[in-house]
């Protein structure tokens, strides 16, 4: 049967030799286009100083590493070994880099003889149109210490009216907004809370005494780093959430948006400068942007906690009228082996 369109022969269900001879070459084309960009993506992302396109790739690494395959398959099925070869190379140099935020991050046993420490975690969107019902889902959660980043200003009102809605008994540390910049940053805790020093620019530290033991909590709301400019910011954020993390002796958790994946530069700096670890378990989904796929959705939200802070729960939560989704997560003290 002739096919006029393609100008190809068909005999029963399989093609000629005829009809192939387009879409081998494209084939082989497109291959060797994807492995050249996982090349330019793998010498970006091993740059040695902080270049700024070095953290956009870092961020994109799952994405990326998916999209290696995806050309190591193809250059495999058109036999373009050279494409396949370095499609290969090019994700083992652009994943190496990244591997700490790879590793694996799992939850430990409840213990129900034990105390526990629960934070929720949401960046409720300055534009939502659903406040009653944000607030009376964060209510709900029951929650022993609450972050809020862009919290809009019919929830501000209600926290400065009655800031014991979400928690009981709760201190309430409030971080200015800043035009242009940072919305206000919110957190609210059942136990005392001291701030280290006057929170501003999305970063507040506070000391929290807690039934885990002293707490060294920093909240923070990073600045995407989209731009360069941007990410200049991110950065300088960034080093002063490590400099208030220094907590002498205390446990630390670091919680908020930071706009920033594990596999992230900064994010691995972040960790090792504070010898904290991201909470949230390896495969679990993310939380940005909500409406999307689970497994296209990026680990924006969360928290780093100290390596005396076991994991015992984390769980997204849907925030009504954010782009955001919530996390809620469980600590506890480790025990000694």
Not at 283 to 289: E, L
Request: overall charge positive.
């Amino acid at each position: 049967m002739v096919i006029w369109r393609s100008r190809s022969i068909w005999r029963g269900r399989f093609k000629c030799a005829e009809s192939q001879t387009r879409v081998i070459p494209f084939a082989r084309r497109a291959s060797a286009a994807g492995a050249l960009i996982l090349g330019i993506s793998a010498i970006t992302a091993n740059a040695p100083s902080r270049l700024w396109l070095s953290e956009l790739v870092s961020n994109l690494a799952v994405p990326l590493g998916l999209f290696g395959l995806a050309v190591t398959i193809a250059a495999i099925v058109c036999r373009a070994r050279p494409a396949g070869l370095i499609a290969i190379g090019a994700s083992a140099g652009l994943l190496w880099p990244m591997g700490a935020g790879f590793a694996p991050r799992r939850l430990i046993p409840f213990n129900s003889e034990a105390p526990s420490l629960s934070i929720v975690v949401a960046n409720v969107y300055a534009l939502n149109p659903q406040p009653d019902r944000l607030l009376e889902l964060l209510a709900a959660q029951s929650a022993d210490v609450v972050v809020l980043t862009e919290p809009p200003p019919p929830i501000m009102r209600a926290l400065s009216g009655n800031h014991t809605a979400l928690t009981e008994s709760a201190t309430l540390l409030r971080s200015p907004p800043r035009r242009g910049e940072h919305a206000w940053l919110v957190v609210l805790s059942r136990f005392p809370a001291e701030l280290v020093e006057d929170p501003s620019d999305g970063v507040l530290a506070c000391d929290l005494e807690t039934p885990l033991g002293p707490i060294r909590f920093v909240a923070c709301h990073v600045i995407s780093p989209r731009s360069l400019g941007r990410y200049k910011r991110a950065s300088a954020q960034l080093e002063r959430v490590a400099a208030l993390a220094q907590a002498d002796g205390r446990a630390v958790v670091i919680a908020g948006d930071f706009n920033a994946v594990p596999t992230a530069r900064s994010q691995q700096r972040l960790a090792l400068r504070t010898n904290t670890r991201r909470a949230a378990p390896l495969w679990r989904a993310g939380t940005f942007p909500a409406r999307w796929p689970s497994l296209l959705r990026l680990h924006l939200d969360g928290a780093l906690v100290s390596e005396s802070l076991g994991v015992v729960g984390w769980e997204s939560i849907e925030l009504p009228g954010s782009d955001h989704l919530g996390v809620r997560i469980v600590l506890q003290k480790r025990t000694s082996p």
